[in-house]
């Protein structure tokens, strides 16, 4: 009895000091975000509350809404690219090819390369190299077009995440598959799309998730390479935010985005868990 | 079986793999060359951007550093990230372990792991704005605040690896350990603790490269003390640079080369860590 007294005692001892830590920095913001929401509070000075105003004004500001369709079209087609070719590439990387492990380390090498620094790097490449090369203005430049330039680099980082995964869940296909398969007359596409691909959903699923979480939160190529910029066309809903919540004088207002941001990513990843784990449960 | 197969290497594969790998070291390649070139020796042209550097010298990452305050911005990027990843093991385990062996039988446990785990879904972006207030009136927009942050925010994702992997601990080896008359606490520290190594490797790779490569949580809330960390150092000193490109790059390189060397060192351990920490 006095042990297992001690055995409870010490796990609540463990427990708690790190609840409380994780309260006071996730939680206790949180909710003041959500207070915050409801006033007009500019970052500075007193402020009132104006109820649902922010989120009546969120709905109608043309900015905000430029914000979401740019962060959302971006995520989507980020996602798409970087499933495709990490698949693609992970099949690669997955069989009998000489130099195995240093071509799998050398395509790792974007995943640990800080994104900032890698937007600047492409920020020079799209603003010199290719109007050089092809004798074009910088895509950067163009309000049609930047988005795609944001779209490649965050694509060229998450690849390399999303292929690693990809050859983690390659390697889990058991080879008798294959040999039934190949009894079977199952090869390429045929042999990709009713064997390999089925079993390798739970790290699709992973992906997905992943990249998709990631490419809503954008932020750090946003600043490297475009600065939202031109005309706002790529304004991510994370820089909108950090820039005028933090400098505009829009806390409040900004607070209201922040928390709409919020359920939509809740509603994003719920949905992206139900959608896959019902697939999972065909099989 | 085909044994024969087995030897023979899919060549066609290999060598568009290879041909690939020129998205990858394309851009290594041009931050490199530029980095070491004078601006004299830039021209406009794709040639004048992308040949050898006349002279291979080091004085542009001379004037980088100093511009940019290249020890004080390392120091404090290997502080963040060291303590961090330390804190990181001692703490996220602990509660690991404390709530793995609970959860299935206490309701407290259970609530306390899904309290916890649900902080996963919570962006930064909502966070940021409060947590700069909060920094500030509680006197650590500073270094320590950084930090605290980050050990919120590493929380959910590591305390789901930890009590993940506690499953496949016996629980028969507390119970001996009792019998001698251990306490819970030194059983954590002397028996659980070691046999998680393979968990604290990943949760350090993980927690290190988020943490390193982070921007923003400095950014907000080291703002106005004004210490940098490395990446940070770029984002600050970029109107410093101008259109002195080769000093950009080569400072550009001078905060990718911790890590790079980093990785080459253990490569393995890194790939290890990153397909943990996502696919369980």
């Excluded at chain 2, 990843?85 to 407290?108: Q, T």
């Amino acid at each position: 009895m006095k042990y297992a007294n001690d055995r409870q005692r010490t796990f609540m001892l463990m427990t708690i000091p790190v609840v409380v830590l994780f309260f006071a920095f996730n939680t206790l913001p949180l909710i003041k975000g959500v207070i915050y929401s409801f006033t007009n509070f500019r970052g500075y000075g007193t402020y009132d509350w104006v109820g649902l105003r922010n989120y009546i004004d969120l709905f109608q500001d043309a900015r905000v809404g430029k914000s979401y369709l740019f962060t959302l079209k971006m995520a989507v087609l980020a996602t798409i690219v970087t499933n495709v070719i990490s698949l693609i590439l992970a099949l690669g990387l997955n069989s009998k090819i000489r130099f195995k492990s240093a071509l799998r380390g050398l395509y790792f090498i974007p995943n640990i390369l800080g994104a900032l620094v890698v937007g600047y790097i492409f920020n020079y490449f799209f603003t010199y190299i290719i109007p050089a090369l092809f004798n074009t203005t910088s895509i950067l430049a163009s309000t049609t077009w930047a988005w795609v330039g944001i779209v490649i680099v965050c694509a060229w980082q998450a690849v390399a995440m999303n292929t690693i995964i990809y050859i983690s869940g390659l390697s889990t296909v058991p080879e008798d598959v294959y040999e039934a398969g190949s009894i079977d007359g199952a090869t390429g596409w045929t042999k990709f799309k009713h064997l390999t691909f089925p079993l390798i959903i739970p790290f699709f699923s992973i992906n997905m998730v992943l990249s998709g979480k990631n490419f809503l939160m954008v932020f750090d190529q946003i600043m490297a390479l475009t600065k939202g910029g031109p005309a706002q066309s790529t304004e991510s809903i994370s820089y909108l935010i950090y820039n005028n919540g933090m400098a505009g004088g829009q806390f409040g207002f900004q607070s209201a985005n922040a928390v709409l941001f919020f359920v939509i990513i809740v509603a994003f990843s719920v949905a992206q868990l139900r959608f896959t784990s019902s697939k999972e449960e065909q099989l | 079986m085909d044994v024969k197969g087995k030897e023979r290497y899919n060549w066609p594969v290999t060598i568009l793999l290879i041909c690939g790998l020129i998205t990858i070291i394309f851009p290594l390649y041009m931050t490199i060359i530029i980095a070491f070139k004078q601006p004299s020796e830039m021209t406009n042209s794709i040639s004048g951007i992308l040949s050898l550097p006349k002279t291979w010298s080091f004085s542009n990452f001379a004037e980088a550093m100093r511009v940019t305050d290249f020890w004080r911005s390392l120091r404090n990027s290997l502080l963040i990230t060291g303590v961090t990843v330390i804190l990181s093991i001692a703490l996220h385990s602990m509660v690991g372990y404390a709530i793995g062996r609970n959860k299935a039988k206490s309701k407290w446990y259970n609530f306390t792991y899904l309290y916890i785990v649900s902080g996963m879904f919570v962006p930064f972006a909502i966070l940021m704005m409060p947590l700069v207030k909060q920094t500030a009136q509680w006197g650590i927009a500073n270094i320590f605040g950084v930090i605290l942050c980050y050990m919120v925010f590493y929380m959910p994702m590591n305390l789901m690896l930890y009590s993940g992997y506690l499953v496949n601990i016996p629980v028969a080896l507390e119970e001996a350990a009792r019998v001698d008359g251990a306490t819970t606490w030194t059983t954590y520290w002397k028996i659980i603790f070691p046999i998680m190594a393979p968990m604290h490797a990943t949760v350090a790779v993980i927690t290190a490269l988020s943490v390193w490569n982070d921007v923003m949580t400095p950014l907000v809330i080291m703002s106005g003390s004004g210490l940098n960390t490395l990446p940070l150092a770029q984002l600050s000193f970029q109107t410093q640079f101008g259109t002195n490109y080769n000093l950009a790059f080569a400072s550009y390189l001078l905060a990718l080369l911790p890590l790079l060397i980093f990785y080459i060192i253990c490569q393995k351990q890194i790939l290890n860590g990153v397909v943990n920490g996502a696919v369980k």
